[in-house]
């Protein structure tokens, strides 16, 4: 099973214009049921994503990814995953020596907990948490 970052998702947005790999991924896990979810960070992330482009002045950008982020949230209702204590125990054991970047450490926290892969561009940073990753842009 896999838990997809941010990165991953959102390079989705560009459907027939994504990457070959991220494509392949989505499509390979689809044929052999593997469940893909999603953090809550991820969530976030997006929602983030939707409120910069507001703040900047550009609402119809925001306008189209906010609709985009709401379809993303509506397929993977039942595959967000929260954090919980366990998550939060272990993220706050992560976090040291290096306590940056605590968004990623946090996905890595949650993967960790429940057994994921995470798929990611940014192995770096997951690969320091010891985390299994899986980069499709390769």
Known sequence: ?????????????????????????????????ETVHLSVVTVAELRRGVFRLRNKGDAKQAATIEAWTEGVFEAYAEKILLVNVEIGRLWGRLRVPHAEPALDKLIAATALVHNLTVVTRNEKDFKIAGVKTLNPFD
């Open 1 to 33: 099973m896999y838990l997809a970052d941010t990165n991953v998702i959102s390079e989705t947005r560009r459907e027939e214009r994504a990457n070959n790999g991220v494509r392949a991924f989505f499509r390979r896990s689809r044929l052999e049921g």
